[in-house]
């Protein structure tokens, strides 16, 4: 597991030298520099190639269900959005997240990519509502409501996570054009012009028949948190269904589909 290493005596040239040895994350501050390294990397040998003695280890924080390791929550851009810690203030167009365990923090490519997505089906076809299904942090229900989507619905079969939407809802100023439900799609009962799903591929597979069945009319269905080598059968399973690709994008070994309801 990564684990966290600080130095407050290091070099200027410490942050190259940590980036050579594979830091997942790099800050400097007048306390010193702080990274975040692979348990592969042993710190005697971080600290042979920084050139110092003096330094303390502790428990790294790994975000996205340990997928990502950062030293602090911070500012991305994804389209025209803006995800910002909570702690930030608010702008326009910005989306304001706690820091928490729930999957969701926008830095994963398989978030990254379906926020791409999201904003340009929001800035083309200005969908009236949207459904996000295995919501996390609910970054993406949210986002769509910051673009301009007017109501979205939140589905997650982990209450802790629904907790965690809630509270960025609550944040954001969102609380009332978003509807948060326990479960899978099974939960809800009605169709929705967009849908997004962004959650593993046997996931997607598994709940397919019943997923299609949430998309209405000529609508959209986006799926991710697919790897690159399982694009193809994800794309086979809701073809069978009548639903037609009409874009794939892909990132860091990711993929994400966009699907369109033949019916």
Excluded: K
Excluded at 226 to 237: G, L, M, N
Aim: hydrophobic content about 50%; glycine content about 10%; charged content about 20%.
């Amino acid at each position: 597991m990564p684990y966290r290493i600080d130095f407050r005596d290091a070099a200027d040239t410490a942050l190259d030298r940590l980036i050579d040895l594979g830091a997942l994350d790099v800050d400097a501050s007048a306390d010193g520099i702080a990274a975040v390294m692979p348990d592969s990397v042993a710190a005697g040998e971080v600290a042979a190639a920084i050139g110092s003695s003096h330094f303390a280890i502790s428990t790294a924080i790994g975000r996205d269900e340990g997928s990502v390791w950062i030293l602090q929550p911070r500012v991305l851009t994804v389209g025209r959005l803006r995800i910002a810690p909570a702690a930030a203030s608010a702008i326009p167009g910005s989306l304001r997240l706690v820091d928490a365990p729930a999957f969701g923090t926008g830095l994963h490519p398989t978030t990254s990519l379906c926020l791409d997505v999201l904003d340009a089906i929001v800035a083309a076809d200005r969908p009236e509502a949207v459904l996000d299904v295995g919501t996390g942090s609910g970054v993406l229900a949210l986002a769509a409501l910051t673009l301009g989507v007017p109501h979205a619905t939140a589905i997650d079969i982990d209450h802790g996570a629904l907790n965690v939407a809630a509270e960025n809802a609550r944040l954001n100023g969102l609380s009332d054009r978003l509807q948060l439900a326990l479960g899978g799609p099974e939960a809800v009962a009605d169709r929705w012009p967009l849908v997004l799903a962004n959650v593993s591929a046997a996931g997607l597979n598994e709940m397919a028949s019943v997923l299609a069945q949430r998309v209405g009319h000529q609508g959209q269905l986006v799926l991710s948190g697919i790897p690159v080598s399982a694009e193809a059968e994800v794309h086979r399973v809701y073809r069978r269904l009548g639903m037609q690709r009409i874009g794939l994008e892909s990132r860091d070994g990711w993929a994400a589909l966009t699907m369109r309801a033949t019916w």
